[in-house]
């Protein structure tokens, strides 16, 4: 796996590097802001970019306009947002332009290596992550007459593994159940959530487990 870092902090992008690098992940390139994570891509093919959403100048949101940069430009580049901060909303423009191969952790989970190393492995492999504190905070906000009031405690249980892009198997492993119980738990969420069915011709080319994850951030309360 081929990597980029971009990353203000020189002490945490020395700290990513070292750790990417012990685990057989080959870091092409490091920059300390968005648009030089762009220039290095053109000239340094990657798997993925591991981007900050603050960065110079401004600090505000230049990760995220990076991250679009990128997913425009090189399509097939993984994207994983690193954040201090667990916003719903960082979580939820991120999707909305990426809904493939992309992940937002809070940065704290750097210090879980294994954490940080599965995440890259799974956005790699065209698995959308979200940080299990996004989830649960969307879990604890009081919630107004939206979509997700349609759905049982059980149904928001998987929707919410689902947000922090697990497997069916995992679902399943998870709560205990069979494969074939996550299945129809799925198909009701989307029918609940008002999604294209299965036999719908708008379903083409839309990521259905991706739609339900948007809805799911939309109605954080």
Do not use: C, W
Not at 144 to 164: D, H, I, T, Y
């Amino acid at each position: 796996m081929r990597a980029v870092i971009a990353e203000d902090s020189g002490l945490l992008r020395t700290l990513l590097t070292g750790l990417l690098t012990s685990r057989g992940i080959d870091v092409v390139g490091e920059t300390a802001t968005g648009v030089e994570s762009l220039r290095v891509l053109d000239t340094h093919p990657a798997d993925v970019v591991v981007l900050d959403i603050r960065m110079p100048p401004a600090f505000s949101d230049e990760g995220l306009r990076a991250a679009e940069a990128i997913r425009a430009r090189h399509p097939s580049v993984a994207l994983l947002i690193l954040s201090h901060y667990a916003e719903t909303t960082y979580a939820r423009r991120l999707l909305e332009f990426a809904n493939r191969a992309v992940g937002y952790l809070i940065k704290d989970r750097v210090q879980d290596s294994d954490r940080l190393i599965e995440s890259l492995h799974r956005v790699v492999a065209g698995e959308v992550v979200i940080d299990p504190e996004i989830v649960q905070q969307v879990l604890l906000r009081p919630r107004a007459a939206n979509p997700l009031q349609r759905l049982s405690g059980g149904e928001l249980r998987v929707l919410a593994l689902m947000a922090e892009g697990r497997s069916n198997n995992a679902i399943a492993r998870e709560l205990n159940f069979v494969a074939g119980t996550v299945e129809k738990r799925i198909t009701a969420i989307g029918q609940k959530l008002g999604l294209p069915h299965v036999d719908d011709p708008e379903r083409t080319g839309v990521n259905i487990r991706v739609l339900a994850v948007l809805t799911y951030l939309r109605n954080a309360g």
